[in-house]
């Protein structure tokens, strides 16, 4: 059966504010603001300029995010539809609009904090077995420590400009149809700056701000891949107003390659070449190993190559809070001679034909081998 809501919605003839906003009736609050952004960014009337139906389709969606952001309208909503008892919720005028901040509508950065700085650094491999300590020298925007940041080392030099009062930027609030929206621009006296300079520092010249060689201390933890990145609040570049934050640093890491190892998450991958006798009588090989402690492969008698012997819990940690461990996957190869002797190949040679007498003819063999794969 239609819930009600829905069949009065039709019968006023207004689309159903669920329709509108694209979600289901039981959408959570977040679903609903991610769906509003998101066609709020589609439809806004600045973004469309030869589109006749954008302003009503922004209306529209303005209207049904009013209501359905607000729990108790959007109560009486489900149960009465658009026809409710006592008439509009928004009086007599009908719906003005919604108050939204178009700066955070379409992701424009707040010229009050600085920005965040991005670098790439490279850890050897053994810092995702033990973490490590680390540190990085870069050369970021920071306050001129020739005038304090200030613009100028002058005493009344620089000041904070009245009209933003120190913020580089205004709030301009204006009308589009029947809707208001609210638009954060620069301060035009300062040029976003937020301070008037009379008498610009030799060093900065008037920006407050200078290039200047830090060194960055951070933590590796046990288990990082490459690509993960560690964030540094507050060591990005200083903000362009007296008044602002400074930006963020982001060191995304790279994990160097091993040896041998090949790595799948907290897993470790490795080929082992051998030779035709190890693999035939078995074998036992030790290798060094990243935990400090030798890694013990038992190879055991009659291998073939492609078969896999598996190691559990000696892998790389699965976080720095765990104490829990991947696994070590070898893969058998078989390592033939590049160049063989003449008694070798004798050797060979008289052992060969004892070798065929073991072993299946080559037809049922390579049926053998056929089912084996087949059945994996």
């Given at each position: ?17 669920y ?72 009086g007599?005028r ?8 178009f ?48 613009g ?33 621009k ?9 301070r ?5 520092c030799?060093e ?7 290039l200047q ?31 602002g ?21 907290a897993d ?11 693999l ?10 990243i935990?400090?402690?030798n ?5 055991p008698?009659s291998?073939n ?10 892998g790389?940690?699965?976080n ?11 893969v058998?190869?078989l ?12 050797k ?17 063999r ?11």
């Amino acid at each position: 059966m239609t819930p009600f809501g829905a069949q009065v919605g039709h019968m006023s003839g207004k689309r159903d504010y669920y329709d509108v906003l694209g979600i289901s009736k039981d959408a959570s609050e977040d679903q609903i603001k991610q769906s509003f952004r998101s066609l709020a960014r589609k439809y806004h009337p600045d973004k469309n300029p030869d589109d006749p139906d954008a302003e009503s389709m922004f209306k529209e969606i303005q209207e049904a995010y009013a209501i359905l952001s607000n729990p108790e309208e959007r109560r009486k909503y489900d149960v009465f539809g658009h026809e409710r008892p006592g008439g509009s919720p928004f009086g007599s005028r009908g719906f003005q609009g919604v108050d939204i901040n178009f700066d955070d509508l379409f992701g424009q950065q707040d010229r009050s904090r600085g920005s965040d700085l991005l670098v790439r650094h490279s850890v050897p491999f053994q810092a995702a077995m033990n973490g490590l300590d680390d540190d990085l020298e870069i050369e970021v925007l920071k306050n001129c420590p020739s005038c304090d940041g200030s613009g100028s080392n002058i005493d009344g030099g620089s000041r904070t400009c009245p009209s933003c009062e120190g913020r580089g930027r205004i709030d301009e609030i204006s009308m589009i149809g029947p809707f208001r929206q609210r638009v954060r621009k620069d301060c035009a006296p300062c040029r976003g700056s937020g301070r008037l300079v009379s008498d610009p520092c030799s060093e900065c010249k008037g920006d407050g701000r200078s290039l200047q060689s830090i060194q960055v201390k951070f933590s590796v933890t046990p288990g990082i891949a490459s690509g993960n990145r560690l964030r540094m609040r507050g060591q990005g570049e200083a903000p362009n107003s007296p008044n602002g934050r400074p930006g963020d640093l982001y060191i995304e890491i790279e994990v160097q390659k091993h040896q041998w190892f090949e790595r799948d998450g907290a897993d470790l991958l490795m080929a082992l070449p051998l030779s035709f006798a190890d693999l035939t009588l078995g074998t036992t090989v030790e290798i060094p190993h990243i935990d400090s402690e030798n890694l013990r492969i038992k190879v055991p008698p009659s291998s073939n190559p492609g078969e896999t012997i598996t190691i559990h819990g000696r892998g790389l940690p699965l976080n720095a809070n765990s104490s829990r461990r991947g696994s070590v996957t070898v893969v058998l190869r078989l390592q033939s001679p590049k160049k063989t002797t003449r008694s070798l190949k004798n050797k060979i040679k008289e052992i060969r034909a004892e070798l065929e007498e073991s072993i299946p003819q080559i037809e049922d063999r390579i049926r053998e081998e056929a089912n084996s794969r087949r059945s994996r």
